[in-house]
């Protein structure tokens, strides 16, 4: 069974536009430009779309970590990467399909190992209506413009298969033919190959070594507290590290702290979901549970958490700490988890 780190974020914006949707055609202005959002039940419901969270990540770890990115191939109606895991980090992390017209050269695709959810608002919005406008140097009438935003917290939830990263198979399956031998026998794979130490056993797949396997699962989940980007930042400029944080590596793939936020403003965890998921799954959960959260954001729930650590004491470590502190513990314990 697949070992993987979960983790679940709140990220504070509190005057924030920080993914567009297209344009509403009953929209007032030509260039009136909407937040992305969710109907329900009646209710406008923010989000940042899961690509748009992955770009901000893959961004901030090749600024924080160097990691070089992989290039990406455009032809006349596609594009994709290198599909090169063995030299890209990306290419493993956050998986590839590389699909040509080129029958001889057939269809690669990778799973990738880093999933994630849309970063969705907690609470029901209203976005308020900004209006702005063009003057500078312009005679006559000003140009005008409008756009949303929103004051919320966006929660998201992540997985890290630790079971996959660093490992590439042949298998003839969607998602799993991650490359073949015609495709490893090219210059530069087999050059990458070689210079990265993977080692093939025969049937099996390739696998890099562990020094490797857990650098890139470390820095992948390390990039968090650096993370950077969103939309209308000129004019917003929101800080989307997370300001609360859940870490723990798991047997087994569903995400257990997918359900516990609350909708009561101070306190938007649910304590009582959090205890339950952690003693009624404490047999899955293989490692400490890392629980980080900022001082000044939800401060209602610093006493509550310290008495949650004091109940599960016989069933599982809590360490509180800041968020930055949490994913610093947590990757240092990954190593444990990668065979």
């Known amino acids: 069974m697949t070992k993987n780190a979960l983790g679940f974020i709140l990220i504070d ?101 880093l999933k994630t959810s849309p970063l969705i608002s907690v609470l029901p919005q209203k976005p308020t209506d900004d209006f702005g406008s063009m003057t500078r140097g312009h005679e006559g009438e000003p140009v005008l413009h409008q756009h949303q ?64 396997r857990v650098k890139r699962a470390s820095e992948a989940i390390g990039a968090l507290p650096y993370l950077n980007g969103g939309a209308k930042l000129a004019l917003h400029l929101t800080d989307v590290t997370p300001k609360f944080i859940i870490l723990a590596v798991i047997r087994g793939g569903n995400h257990l702290f997918m359900n516990i936020t609350s909708i009561e403003p101070g306190k938007l965890i649910n304590m009582a979901a959090l205890k339950q998921v952690i003693t009624d799954y404490k047999d899955i959960i293989l490692s400490d549970v890392f629980i980080g959260r900022l001082e000044g954001f939800q401060d209602d729930l610093k006493q509550e958490l310290e008495s949650l650590r004091q109940k599960l004491n016989d069933v599982k470590t809590l360490h509180l700490l800041s968020p930055k502190q949490a994913v610093e513990e947590f990757t240092k314990t990954l190593a444990e988890h990668i065979d």
């Open 149 to 212: 935003f929103y004051s919320t917290v966006l929660r998201g939830i992540f997985s890290l298969d630790l079971s996959s990263v660093g490992i590439f198979s042949e298998i003839a399956r969607t998602g799993y033919k991650n490359l073949d031998g015609k495709y490893a026998a090219k210059p530069e794979i087999k050059d990458a190959i070689a210079t990265s130490g993977a080692t093939k056993e025969e049937g099996e797949s390739w696998t890099l070594p562990k020094p490797e």
């Open 13 to 113: 914006a509190p005057h924030s536009a920080l993914n567009m949707g297209d344009k509403d055609p009953a929209a007032a202005y030509e260039n009136e430009t909407p937040v992305k959002a969710i109907r329900r039940d009646g209710s406008i419901i923010p989000y940042v779309s899961a690509q748009a969270w992955r770009y901000w990540w893959r961004n901030t770890l090749e600024a924080k970590f160097d990691w070089p990115m992989s290039p990406v191939i455009r032809g006349a109606d596609v594009a994709f990467t290198s599909a090169n895991p063995f030299k890209y980090p990306d290419d493993d992390v956050f998986g590839y399909m590389r699909a040509t017209k080129k029958k001889e050269e057939g269809t690669l695709t990778r799973l990738s190992p």
